[in-house]
């Protein structure tokens, strides 16, 4: 019984030893941002909500009252067809997600300059399982949110404010 425990237990005591963590959200190198985006925008409540759990940095009301500003464009959505049964119906098709966002401080100076995600899911189709399909739909533009919140997350972290670049 010992010998089980100690070998159930070795593997999480060489990965704590290692130094292994989680990748986290620290080291953003403003205290303060505003998220100037359109309203609706799923990103932008992704990327405020993160920063509202973070709680090292502050949302602000303004942009005034920010060190950082994070614009965030419209976001695309598309549908497109890849490909058809024999009988002309979609048996896939292809999801998009796009956006443009750009950091800059308050003082109007470009901190990143602006710069565009393309995300794409691939779905196959079938008439028969309307509902499913819907819903596996919504939940593949759901994951492209995320995803384009979480590199704008990370981008965030490589600022460097006052560089024009960010680098």
Do not use: H
């Not at 070795?10 to 080291?27: K, S």
């Amino acid at each position: 019984m010992n010998r089980r425990l100690f070998l159930a237990v070795l593997p999480a005591a060489l990965a704590a030893g290692c130094g292994f963590q989680l990748r986290r959200l620290e080291g953003m190198p403003f205290a303060s941002l505003y998220v100037d985006a359109l309203p609706g925008s799923a990103v932008a409540q992704r990327i405020r909500n993160t920063l509202t759990s973070n709680r090292r940095v502050r949302l602000a009301a303004s942009a005034a009252e920010a060190e950082a500003v994070l614009q965030i464009g419209q976001e695309a959505r598309s549908k497109v067809i890849l490909s058809l049964s024999g009988a002309g119906r979609v048996t896939e098709y292809r999801l998009g997600l796009r956006l443009t966002y750009a950091v800059g401080g308050r003082d109007g100076r470009t901190w990143a300059a602006a710069e565009t995600i393309e995300l794409n899911r691939d779905m196959t189709y079938d008439d028969s399982q309307l509902l499913a399909k819907g819903a596996e739909e919504q939940l593949l533009y759901r994951d492209m949110e995320d995803s384009a919140a979480l590199r704008i997350m990370r981008r965030l972290q490589t600022l460097k404010p006052g560089n024009g670049n960010g680098k």
